[in-house]
C-alpha cells in the first residue's frame, strides 16, 4: 500500500496493533563501532577513555545503541531505503515512503553498560507504542529494547517518526500505550546551571554515517527536496548535547547518565557550533538529578533540540 493512499482503517484494528511486539533485529558491534561513533558526535583526543581502545577505562559511550536500530549487524555500507523497509515494516499498517520521514524524538534509558564487543545473539526487540495522526501526518513511535543472548536487557529506546504524506484513518487519532518520564519545564526565569559550548566539524555527518545511518541527506547536497544542502543526523547533535551533559551535569562520569530524551527542532549544518544550556530541575526518583536541557545552533540562533531531559545519578550513586 502506498504512503498516499486513502484506506482507512478502524480504531480496534489499531489498538491490536499498537503495543504489539513486531519482531527482534540481531545486532552487533565491535571496539572499532565505538570509536567511529564517539567520534561521529564529536569526542576529542581529551576524551580517550571514548577514542582510545587502548586506554584502561575504554568503554562504549552511554548512548551508543541509538545506532543500532540502523546498524543491525551489518559491518559493511547499507542502503538506506532497504534498511528503512526492513526494519521499520510493520504488519497491519500502510507503507510509509523513507523519503517522507522525519525523525522527531528520541528517547535512551540506559540500563548497563554495554560490553566492549558483543559476540553474537543479541537482539534488538520491536513494539509500536504510540500512534498520532493529525492533518499533517502520522507520527508513529516505536519502542527498542537491547538484550544479550540470555534476554538481559541493556537499553530501552524510543523513537518518533514523523510520516509527512501518510495516512492511517484520514482524521485525528491517538492511541498510546507507553508513558515516557515526564519532563520539567526549563525555568525561563533563571539562568542555566550549566552551558556547554562545542563546534561540528564540517565533515562531521561523513563521520557519523560510518554509524550505520546511510540516508543520502548527510552525504548528497542535492538529496534534499528543499535544497537545503547537507544536515548532520540528528543523532549526532544529541551525542554532543549528551557529551555536554556527562562532562558538566555527571562530572565526566559516563555511568551517571541514566535517560535521556530530545525532542529535534531544526537542522544542523556540519560546521555549526552548538551550545548546550541545562537547567538543574529537582530530584527525581531515587534521588537522581532531574535535567531540563536545549541546544542553540550558535550559527542561526534556533534551537536544534528543544524540550531535553535526563537523568543522572548523584555523585555517590554512580560507580566511577
Known amino acids: 500500500m502506498s504512503s498516499g493512499s486513502t484506506a482507512t482503517f478502524s480504531s480496534h484494528t489499531l489498538q491490536s496493533i499498537v ?58 555500507v547499507t542502503e538506506f531505503t532497504n534498511t528503512i523497509n526492513r526494519t521499520n515494516a510493520i504488519k497491519g499498517l500502510p507503507y510509509f515512503d523513507p523519503s517522507h520521514l ?27 507504542i504510540s500512534i498520532r495522526e493529525n492533518k499533517s501526518g502520522v507520527i508513529l513511535e516505536n519502542e527498542f529494547v537491547l538484550v544479550d543472548p540470555d534476554e538481559t536487557p541493556y537499553a530501552r529506546l524510543t ?46 555527518a561523513l563521520i557519523y554515517r560510518l554509524s550505520g545511518d546511510y540516508n543520502p541527506l548527510h552525504i548528497d547536497p542535492n538529496a534534499s527536496s528543499s535544497g537545503g544542502g547537507v544536515i548532520l543526523h540528528g543523532l549526532s547533535t544529541l551525542g554532543f548535547a549528551a557529551r555536554a551533559l556527562i562532562r558538566t551535569v555527571g562530572y565526566g562520569r559516563p555511568s551517571s547518565l541514566q535517560y535521556l530524551n530530545v525532542r529535534f527542532t531544526a537542522p544542523v549544518t556540519p560546521g555549526d557550533g552548538l551550545e548546550t544550556s541545562a537547567w538543574d530541575v529537582g530530584s527525581g526518583p531515587g534521588g537522581v538529578i532531574e535535567v531540563a536541557f536545549e541546544v542553540r545552533n550558535t550559527r542561526t540562533g534556533k534551537v536544534v533540540i528543544g524540550g531535553g531531559h535526563a537523568r543522572f545519578a548523584r555523585w555517590e550513586q554512580s560507580k566511577l
Not at 571514548?50 to 548512548?63: I, Y
Not at 540500563?111 to 509500536?128: A, D, F, I, M, T
Not at 556547554?196 to 565533515?203: E, I, L, N, S
Request: charged share 20%; no cysteine.
Open 159 to 204: 523513537t518518533a517518526m514523523f510520516n509527512l504524506t501518510g495516512k492511517i484513518t484520514g482524521q485525528r487519532y491517538t492511541r498510546s500505550v507507553v508513558s515516557l518520564p515526564e519532563a520539567k519545564p526549563i525555568p525561563r526565569d533563571r539562568a542555566p546551571n550549566w552551558v556547554v559550548a562545542d563546534r561540528t566539524y564540517v565533515h562531521q
Open 19 to 76: 503495543g504489539r511486539e513486531y519482531g527482534a533485529d540481531p545486532v552487533s558491534w565491535n571496539k572499532r563501532d565505538l570509536l567511529a561513533y564517539a567520534l561521529g558526535i564529536g569526542a576529542t583526543p581529551a576524551e580517550q577513555q571514548f577514542v582510545n581502545e587502548l586506554h584502561p577505562s575504554f568503554a562504549a559511550f552511554p548512548t551508543f545503541p541509538v545506532v543500532l536500530f540502523l546498524k543491525g549487524k551489518d559491518d559493511s
Open 102 to 128: 522525519v525523525h522527531a524524538t528520541q528517547s535512551i534509558e540506559i540500563l548497563k553498560p554495554l560490553p566492549l564487543v558483543s559476540g553474537p545473539g543479541w537482539l534488538l526487540k520491536k513494539r509500536l
